[in-house]
Every structure is written in structure tokens, then in C-alpha cells.
């Protein structure tokens, strides 16, 4: 529950924070007299009708105003969560459009040019109102410039832009943490989720034949591990064969969802079948500064369990459970990400 009295001490002035904001910033000057680009209107309370007059902006839909050099972003989170915040300082604004040429700027909207112009305040700036359950918008003191370089996301085989928006502000700025991520999974092209995709299961195929369980006592690292870049590809292979026969003895060969799941005896080793999945997919990896493929990541699966939570209605539950689970160790590897962030690599939103 958003405590309401704080935001209105926000609005007035308060929450002065000594945190640093992005080193892009720490360089730009703060004395920019951003103040001269400040709204003086209402900033509790503010109807779109009071926020058009007072801007003197134009609607051009529900989510953008615009002037001459200005585009103004109606945040309504009562609708959805759409447009998210990283680290208090960085909206990440889904464009205006979808466009069905990929990396094609030749057609942009109005809104999606201004916002590619938005480097600098004194070409385009942008300013924010938000709400969440209430009938009138709050604005977010301060105004935004474009920060980091803009990338698409895909939506039903056409093409978004998103655009990293950087608060001017002597302010850190904190949205509520739903509000908020720390891994962008949006980032990650579905073609290559699915290319990894496919890539594991053939080597599901390939570490049932080859597997050797005939190991000596197995630990946890518990320390973040770095990626594997220097290996050739056969060698990449043949390690993260070892973690995952790893990962399967620590478990203990059960499922890691219910281990009293139905399972089998393997063919060509006298252990029970289960099957080794990363809960944090490995299409993921750049988003990470650590390894993914740790046995902190891997989890084992009856072949049930696995195929629901790829294939399958329901797998929602699932995932949270081994999040919940996993949490403390993926953590202790380096691998730092929200219950929602996890829920939002696997499509669940």
C-alpha cells in the first residue's frame, strides 16, 4: 500500500537523497537550470483537462500530450503495468506505435521522433504524471531527457520502441517496487530466446545418453561465477554437461517441485530420471554480470513438471515455487532478480 502522506512530502520537496544517479549524469550539470522547463500547474489531484491547459499541450491518445517540443506521458497504472522504472531515475517509455519493419525509423510517429529527440532539453523534453487506482494524476517533479540508447521489443510480430528516460532531479526518485525492475528482460529478442530454447533441448537429448553420475561429494559455490568466453564450444558443452549432472546429484534425483513426483530409472545409469533446467534461462545471460549456468541456477524436473512449465498451462505457481526456493542461492551466485522479473522471462505477466 502506497503510503500517500510520503508522496506528499516527495511532492513538496522532500526525500533529499545523497545516492548517485547514473554515471552519464554525474558528468551532465545539474545546474542546468532545469527549473526554467519546471510545471508550475497542480501537481496532486491534476486532471488531464487541468494538465493540457496549464502545459498547453495537445492530446494525440490517452497516453501522450504534445507541444512544440514537449511530450507529456500519462502514466495509469490501474491499467497495467506497461512502462517501468530501473534504479529511481530511469522510466523506460513504451513508444507511441508498433511498426512492422524492424530498426525502421523512417516511418516514426510524431511522438516516438520527439522522443528519439529528447537528448537534450532544449530539443525535446518530457514530463510524467502518473496514478494507480485514482480518478486524477500526480506528477513526477522534474523533467526527462533521453539517457541511454533506445531498442525495440517485439509484440505480436510487429515492433515497439522503448525509450530509457532520464530524470532531471536533485530528487531520487522511487516508484513502488511493482513498479520497478532491476533486470530488463524486454531487452532480450524473442528470437534469440527461442533459438536457446531449441539449443537446450538437443542437449537434453545429448546428456541423456552421455551422463555419468559417478561422482564424489558435490557442493554448492555459493559464489558468483564467471562466464565462460574463452572456451571453444565443444569445451563450453562438456562443463555445462558436468554442472548439470552436478545440479541433478544435489537434488538428489528428485523433482524439485514435489519430490515425491513419479519418476523412472535411467537407462544407462542406476539413478532415478530427472531432467536439469535453468530457472533463469540461459537467453537471459547478457543481462547478468555472472554465469547463469551454475548449479545454483539448475533445478531438477520430472519430465512432467519440466515440459508444464515450457509447454503447459499452470506454470506460473511452479516457477514461483522454485523461486522461492532458489532465491537465497541464485543470489549468492550473483544472480539478482525479482519474483516478477522471472515470471516475465517465461511470458507471465
Not at 120 to 126: F, G, I, L, Q
Not at 129 to 149: A, D, P, T
Request: glycine share 4%; with cysteine.
Amino acid at each position: 500500500m502506497i503510503d500517500y502522506d510520503k508522496w506528499d512530502e516527495y511532492y513538496d520537496g522532500g526525500f533529499a537523497s545523497d545516492e548517485p544517479t547514473d554515471r552519464f549524469w554525474e558528468e551532465y550539470d545539474s545546474t542546468l537550470e532545469y527549473n526554467r522547463f519546471e510545471y508550475g500547474g497542480q501537481k496532486i489531484n491534476v486532471t488531464v483537462k487541468q494538465i493540457m491547459q496549464d502545459m498547453r499541450v495537445k492530446a494525440i491518445s490517452d497516453k501522450f500530450l504534445y507541444s512544440d517540443g514537449t511530450v507529456v506521458k500519462l502514466l495509469d497504472y490501474s491499467k497495467g503495468i506497461f512502462d517501468k522504472w530501473k534504479n529511481g531515475a530511469v522510466l523506460y517509455c513504451n513508444g507511441e506505435k508498433t511498426y512492422t519493419r524492424e530498426q525502421d525509423m523512417t516511418e516514426l510517429s510524431m511522438i516516438d521522433r520527439m522522443l528519439f529527440n529528447a537528448d537534450s532539453v532544449d530539443k525535446n523534453r518530457v514530463y510524467v504524471f502518473w496514478k494507480e487506482g485514482h480518478k486524477n494524476y500526480r506528477f513526477i517533479n522534474g523533467v526527462f531527457v533521453l539517457g541511454k540508447k533506445p531498442y525495440q521489443v517485439e509484440e505480436e510480430g510487429k515492433y515497439r520502441w522503448v525509450f530509457p528516460l532520464t530524470l532531471i532531479t536533485d530528487y531520487i526518485f522511487c516508484m513502488p517496487a511493482k513498479y520497478s525492475f532491476s533486470v530488463d528482460v524486454r531487452s532480450v529478442k524473442k528470437s534469440k530466446i527461442r533459438d536457446t530454447n531449441k539449443e537446450e533441448g538437443i542437449r537434453l537429448v545429448d546428456f541423456n545418453e552421455t551422463a555419468d553420475f559417478s561422482k564424489k561429494t558435490i557442493n554448492y559455490k555459493r559464489i558468483p561465477q564467471k562466464k565462460d568466453v574463452r572456451s571453444s564450444m565443444q569445451e563450453k558443452i562438456e562443463r555445462s554437461r558436468k554442472i548439470a549432472e552436478n545440479a541433478l546429484i544435489l537434488a538428489d534425483f528428485k523433482c524439485e517441485i514435489d519430490s515425491s513426483h513419479f519418476t523412472f530409472i535411467r537407462k544407462n545409469q542406476d539413478v532415478p530420471y530427472t531432467e536439469a533446467h535453468h530457472l533463469v534461462p540461459l537467453a537471459y545471460s547478457e543481462l547478468f554480470n555472472s554465469s547463469l549456468d551454475v548449479e545454483e541456477n539448475i533445478v531438477s524436473l520430472c519430465s512432467t513438471c519440466h515440459n508444464q512449465i515450457h509447454y503447459g498451462q499452470g506454470a506460473e505457481p511452479l516457477i514461483r515455487k522454485l523461486y522461492a526456493k532458489r532465491k537465497e542461492l541464485l543470489s549468492e551466485a550473483g544472480i539478482e532478480l525479482s519474483e516478477q522479473e522471472l515470471l516475465e522471462m517465461y511470458g507471465i505477466y
